[in-house]
Nanobody, 119 residues
Framework: QVQLVESGGGLVQTGGSLRLSCAAS????????MGWFRQAPGKEREFVAA?????IYADSAKGRFTISRDNAKNTVYLQMNSLKPEDTAVYYC???????????????WGQGTQVTVSS
């Protein structure tokens, strides 16, 4: 069982930066692939980035977002730079045995943190 708690969301202006954190419980954190997804109102949950040895990004995140993890702290991060209004969404971290870009293989989810980018 893995419990995930996100933090770091907030209100930022266009072009600004935020760093999201996701703290995980459990002693097997390093064995999980960790992903970040986001969901805007009225839209489906979409993939942002994932990490498990390698990193993968959605096209919308490439060059602006960086995913990283600290296994000693059981934490995964999402550094978001050059934010745009279209990045506004609830951001979720998730854990999976498999490194995937779709939500279904991810068994464990956090409660989400709101990111709002003003124009």
């Amino acid at each position: 069982q893995v419990q995930l708690v996100e933090s770091g969301g907030g209100l930022v202006q266009t072009g600004g930066s935020l760093r999201l954190s996701c703290a995980a419980s459990g002693r097997t954190f390093s064995s999980y692939a960790m992903g970040w997804f986001r969901q805007a109102p009225g839209k489906e949950r979409e993939f942002v980035a994932a990490i498990h040895g390698i990193t993968i990004y959605a096209d919308s995140a490439k060059g602006r977002f960086t995913i990283s993890r600290d296994n000693a702290k059981n934490t995964v991060y999402l550094q978001m730079n050059s934010l745009k209004p279209e990045d506004t969404a609830v951001y979720y971290c998730a854990a999976s045995q498999f490194l995937r870009t779709v939500p279904q293989p991810y068994n464990y989810w956090g409660q989400g943190t709101q990111v709002t980018v003003s124009s």
